[in-house]
């Protein structure tokens, strides 16, 4: 963590604070030569046997270190988070690339110069806080600022849009995709009759569920993820003029998923598949980074665009309005204790500083509420703000005290305003002194439970993202509805989810239904719009079905984005007594020049002999790893090794999965034959990449690893599971 003020003291008392604090750090902190005490500083002698009456006898309750080890540990668990209890977190820091003053006003994005520390959580939204990192979900995307003019929040999701409209669904939606309430199951996923259920009669789902269906549900990596604000934001610009603002991440690895069949298993073999991932970049180096980008809407243009900008199931088409990159995020540090810093974190969508505003998108609107709510309980009380991860740099001053595990000591007697025995302090800040002052939109109507119509198009988008998906992304979305709505065990659930497809697009709704093998619906009934408007007129509320075709938008698929090289992949070599050393070195050295990661995979652990009695140690046996944790398979050359792997039924799966899960295979020379054995014909397949070891091969390899899955390959599926 970034040094920290103490909150609420004066600067004389900042430095004994400070002090303090240092203080607390090196009594709490462990080092090489600290004795043993309890919570209260007393040395202890013996941590190993209870006081007992006897060495065979009853233990005594006067056994006050016993007794304070043991209720410590009895509440060492906090609740986890409702929502996002997965995650996993790390520090870094934010630079702007130019001065963004005519857009925002915010200190942190006018200045170049300035470094702005940031933490970052990423999570799953399902599942428990052990649940596994590749569960089919939204991801979390959360990032704290924090800027010299307090902490800024910005907690988005690697989709840019959401399930529901209004925020008083939210615990319906939340219910509905939890385990089912009488016997817990399923964990971490979708895919059973409450969710269903639910989306089959909440319409306004359908956009978000084409992108839970897509591939970008099951991230390959959270460096390999874009991130959203989803809502429309409001930025003010030093001038004070208002706009409209989208955010966006666009991470510099490029956007990457895995396949389902990929997930499940990496669900088996690395449950902390993401977590891992996070950390070992950062740890060896390769420090994740995106660029923080903005769409701009003017104010006067906020009723120019077909759907309601105001609408969280829509998204504006980067085609209309370009998304400018403004700035670049670095992760560049892991936390050091998890429950500290990563659970502990609390993030808000309320935690704005001056240039950031809100609209009044109603989720927008009531996530306002839960963030904070949702920490008294879980971090336990209002002090939530003196956690070290949770503290911002920018100094504390206000007549907020007392309440559970309070840290701040404040002084003095005056805790109130406005005062004249502490002279007034502290003073409201004017917005020349940088104080926080709303936009002053007007605002009038008529108290109403009650949806814009301009909300009711629930298909157009949903359609528009559809269409736009390449080839196999639509094969991707079309197999995983069948798992999912396939899983659900009410037909009828299962009928009105097809009728939902029909209304996005016919060749998806036929696609799913065949593999349902149940016939295609073509029109919606029985009504689909649950949402029974005040004035009673259901029909005039009901979803429009499409008859329109938004222009499509290339940005949303992922694979029409530009290749961005092979940094960081993982890229499994196997090998085996008997290889060739040369092969091995010039892959190697290609592969590590190439900024990607290798890692020897040979049939036992320990040292494996080349053809000429030399060594290398094997990172991994085929027991302790598995093919779905990496990006690519290369097979070393060598009579011997490709014999003695051909022996190996793991070493010819590990090829066979590489090869179904459209993986790049390199296999030079002799190597070729493991790959006849596994039954893999090439058939000029451009991920497969044979011949002599040259450096032109290895080059062509790493090509072929770049593009990160050959999908050309998947339409021909031959390869079982
Ligand atoms: Fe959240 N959400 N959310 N959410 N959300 C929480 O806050 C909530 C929504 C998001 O890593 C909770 O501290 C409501 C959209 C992230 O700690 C809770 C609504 C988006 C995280 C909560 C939404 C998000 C949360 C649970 C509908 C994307 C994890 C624990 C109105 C823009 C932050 C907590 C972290 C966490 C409420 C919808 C993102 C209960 C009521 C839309 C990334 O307060």
């Keep these: ?50 006081l007992k009456a006897g060495t065979r006898g009853p233990s005594l309750l006067e056994d006050f270190h016993f007794r304070e080890k043991m209720t410590h540990f009895d509440h060492e668990r906090i609740p986890e988070r409702v929502v996002h209890a997965r995650g996993a977190g790390a520090h870094g820091v934010f630079r702007v690339y130019e001065p963004m003053g005519a857009l925002s006003k915010a200190a942190f994005l006018r200045d170049p110069a300035k470094e702005t520390p940031v933490f970052v959580r990423f999570s799953t939204v399902v599942g428990s806080r052990g649940s596994t990192d590749l569960a089919r979900d939204a991801r979390g995307f959360a990032v704290k600022f924090y800027t010299d003019e307090g902490n800024f929040d910005l907690v988005g999701n690697n989709m840019p849009v959401f399930f529901i409209q209004d925020a008083i669904k939210f615990p319906d939606l939340v219910h509905a995709i939890k385990p089912e309430p009488h016997r817990e199951i399923p964990q971490a996923a979708a895919a059973h009759d409450t969710f269903w259920d639910f989306i089959s009669v909440t319409p306004e789902s359908m956009h978000m569920i084409m992108w839970v269906m897509s591939d970008r549900a099951i991230p390959r990596s959270y460096r390999m993820m874009e991130g959203f604000g989803v809502h429309t934001f409001r930025m003010v610009a030093t001038d004070g003029t208002s706009r409209f603002v989208k955010f966006h991440w666009k991470p510099l690895l490029g956007v990457h998923s895995v396949l389902w069949n990929e997930a499940q298993k990496i669900s088996g073999f690395d449950p902390d598949f993401h977590r891992r991932d996070l950390w070992d970049a950062i740890d060896q180096g390769h420090f994740p980074e995106w660029e923080l980008g903005v769409q701009v809407v003017e104010e006067q243009d906020e009723f120019a665009f077909d759907f309601d900008l105001l609408d969280p199931t829509k998204l504006i088409p980067e085609e209309l309005v370009p998304v400018q990159r403004i700035g670049r995020m670095t992760l560049n540090r892991n936390p050091d204790n998890f429950f500290a810093e990563t659970e502990q974190v609390a993030f808000h969508i309320g935690h704005v500083v001056p240039g950031i505003d809100f609209t009044d998108d109603p989720l927008l609107q009531g996530r306002l509420f839960s963030y904070t709510d949702t920490q008294l309980l879980r971090l336990g009380g209002p002090n939530f703000h003196e956690i070290p991860i949770n503290r911002p740099l920018a100094p504390v001053h206000n007549n907020q005290r007392d309440g559970l595990m309070r840290q701040t000591i404040n002084q003095g007697k005056v805790a109130y305003g406005p005062n004249t025995m502490a002279g007034g302090c502290p003073f409201q800040a004017g917005i020349a002194a940088g104080g926080f002052t709303s936009v002053p939109v007007p605002t009038t109507g008529v108290k109403v439970r009650e949806r814009s119509p301009s909300f009711f198009d629930h298909f157009t988008q949903a359609r528009m993202f559809f269409l736009s998906q390449t080839a196999p992304e639509q094969l991707h979305i079309i197999k995983a509805l069948c798992f999912e709505v396939g899983k659900v065990e009410i037909l009828a659930i299962r009928e009105r989810i097809l009728f939902a497809l029909a209304q996005i697009d016919g060749t998806l709704a036929h696609a799913v239904a065949k593999g349902l093998g149940m016939p295609v619906p073509e029109t919606i009934h029985p009504p689909l719009n649950q949402q029974v408007p005040a004035d009673g007129d259901v029909e005039a509320h009901q979803p429009t079905a499409v008859n329109r075709d938004a222009a499509l938008s290339p940005a949303l698929s992922m694979l029409t984005a530009p290749i961005e090289g092979v940094a960081t992949r993982q890229i499994a070599v196997l090998l085996t007594e008997g290889f060739d050393r040369a092969n091995f070195d010039a892959a190697r050295a290609a592969i590590i020049g190439a900024g990607a990661t290798i890692k020897t995979v040979a049939p036992h652990l320990g040292e494996v002999t080349d053809a000429a009695g030399g060594t290398v140690l094997a990172d991994c046996s085929f027991l302790t790893t598995a093919s779905v944790l990496y990006d690519a398979v290369f097979v070393v050359d060598g009579a011997a090794s490709v014999d003695g792997l051909g022996k190996e039924p793991d070493a010819l799966h590990f090829v066979r999965e590489a090869f179904k899960h459209c993986k790049a295979i390199g296999a030079m020379g002799e190597a070729e034959r493991l790959l006849t054995q596994a039954g893999i014909t090439p058939n000029g397949d451009p991920g497969v990449v044979l011949g002599q070891s040259t450096s032109g091969n290895h080059e062509a390899f790493l090509a072929a690893v770049a593009v990160h899955r050959h999908w050309a390959r998947e339409a021909a599926d031959v390869m079982p599971a």
């Excluded at 103490?6 to 303090?20: F, I, L, R």
């Excluded at 240092?22 to 046997?49: F, K, M, P, Y």
């Design 1 to 50: 963590m970034p040094p920290r003020k103490d909150s609420s003291t004066s600067s004389a008392e900042d430095a004994v604070a400070a002090t303090k604090t240092e203080d607390l750090a090196t009594h709490t902190e462990s080092s090489t030569d600290a004795l043993l005490t309890t919570n209260h500083g007393v040395r202890i002698n013996d941590d190993q046997n209870t």
